[in-house]
């Protein structure tokens, strides 16, 4: 199936299966993304040819997505950050997710099951922002049928991954 028709269609070709080499280059890329190849190659004992070639390889099947900066929210001027379940719509997930994506702060979005169908983390410099952005920009959508707010009074961030 050409790249564009999957793009299209949202399937794609699975990705290669993962050894354990693989999982200790991701294990390492997710503690340090700035990780040289050379650094990577030696902690893994392969080559730097072969760390080169897996790690595209690995981009290439979209098992690494990216590579960002984690973020101290507080120390970026972002003092409130809060879960929000949303109960929405029944088949109305896409468009949501749409106006969820153009909301300042938003920094995870899931489609769920349980008690609520959307699970929204979002960071804000304070709690009226986060309140202006509950009342009048998610509880105005249309699909949404109800809203819980959760606060986040401390965070770990676990980003040794499951690998």
């Known amino acids: 199936m050409p790249d564009e028709q999957m793009a299209l269609t949202g399937s794609r070709a699975p990705a290669r299966p993962l050894d354990e080499i693989d999982r200790a280059i991701l294990r390492m890329l ?75 702060g938003a920094a995870h979005i899931a489609l769920v099951s349980g008690d609520f169908d959307v699970l929204l983390l979002v960071h804000t410099k304070d709690n009226r922002a986060l309140r202006e952005l509950v009342l009048t920009r998610i509880q105005a959508m249309d699909e949404v049928l109800s809203t819980r707010t959760l606060l986040i009074f401390e965070e770990t961030d676990l980003h040794e991954g499951g690998l």
């Not at 650094?39 to 897996?54: D, G, L, M, P, Q």
């Not at 929000?84 to 909301?103: F, G, H, M, P, Y």
């Open 30 to 104: 997710q503690t340090d993304g700035r990780a040289s190849i050379r650094s990577v190659a030696e902690r893994v004992h392969v080559s730097r040819a072969n760390a080169y070639a897996r790690i595209n390889r690995l981009i290439d099947d979209g098992v690494i997505r990216g590579f960002s900066a984690r973020v101290d929210q507080e120390r970026a001027g972002q003092s409130a950050s809060a879960y929000i379940t949303l109960k929405i719509v029944q088949n109305s997930w896409r468009a949501v997710r749409d106006k969820l994506l153009e909301l300042p």
